[in-house]
């Protein structure tokens, strides 16, 4: 089992330009998060899915957006690219419901330049 | 979900135990403690979680008082590896629309381990 799979590892962007981050869940996993991880804070949840549909969401605005595909992968986008958007973007999946424990990806270090 | 309060940061000896606190003083009666650990520049890793029970697995024990306002998680046996940022999390347990996905981290406590 390949645990949760994120590409790519390492991406530099130019201020303005858009991007797009992509996450395997986990074997048997229909539900995957995306976190934002600034250097020195913890994880800031970004939002989910499952379904294929956005089910919750944390405080960011319009410019992060994600799609969920029927074999549960996800992409996470990014538009308008903004210094402050530089970070590492975490990926975790879990089955639906229950008292579950997240797994979570090595993450794609992003850096707006 | 509750919110968490722990440590900043502490340090153990390499095999000794290292217990490390956390506050949830606004715990739910449904609301879960969970322990995940994040080393430098990898994704967060879970440890354990527990309820109201004491826990223990192949990681670590979790101790939980008993009006459930705080919980301590044990590693018996400290090594190097598991020098961290250990991150505590209370969230809300069971239910269909529910995922262990959706956590809301704190700052953590930075354990580190030396020889």
């Known amino acids: 089992d390949a645990g949760v799979t994120q590409s790519p590892t390492h991406l530099i962007k130019t201020r303005g330009q858009q991007v797009t981050l992509r996450c395997s869940p986990k074997?048997?996993?229909?539900?995957v998060s995306w976190y934002q991880q600034a250097l020195g804070q913890g994880p800031q949840f970004i939002f989910q899915?499952?379904?294929?549909?956005?089910?919750q969401r944390g405080n960011f605005p319009d410019r992060f957006s994600g799609h969920q595909f029927p074999n549960y992968s996800s992409e996470l986008n990014v538009n308008a690219l903004l210094l402050g958007d530089s970070a590492l973007y975490l990926c975790?999946?879990?089955?639906?419901?229950?008292?579950?424990?997240?797994?979570f990806g090595q993450g794609t270090r992003l850096t707006v330049v | 979900d509750a919110k968490t309060t722990q440590p900043p940061s502490m340090d153990c000896a390499e095999g000794r135990a290292a217990n490390l606190p956390c506050n949830h003083s606004?715990?739910?009666?449904?609301?879960?403690v969970y322990w995940y650990r994040q080393i430098h520049s990898q994704g967060p890793q879970y440890i354990i979680h527990?309820?109201?029970n004491n826990e223990t697995n192949e990681m670590a024990s979790l101790i939980i008082t008993e009006d459930r306002k705080s919980s301590t998680l044990i590693l018996p046996h400290a090594t190097l590896r598991d020098t961290a940022v250990y991150y505590c999390?209370?969230?809300?347990?069971?239910?269909?629309?529910?995922?262990?996905?959706?956590?809301?981290f704190g700052e953590g406590t930075q354990l580190t381990v030396n020889p």
């Open positions: 975790a999946s879990s089955p639906r419901g229950g008292n579950t424990e997240a797994f």
């Open positions: 074997s048997g996993h229909d539900t």
């Open positions: 899915y499952y379904e294929e549909e956005e089910r």
């Open positions: 606004t715990i739910s009666g449904n609301e879960y």
């Open positions: 527990g309820l109201k």
């Open positions: 999390i209370v969230r809300v347990g069971g239910g269909v629309e529910t995922s262990g996905s959706r956590l809301t």
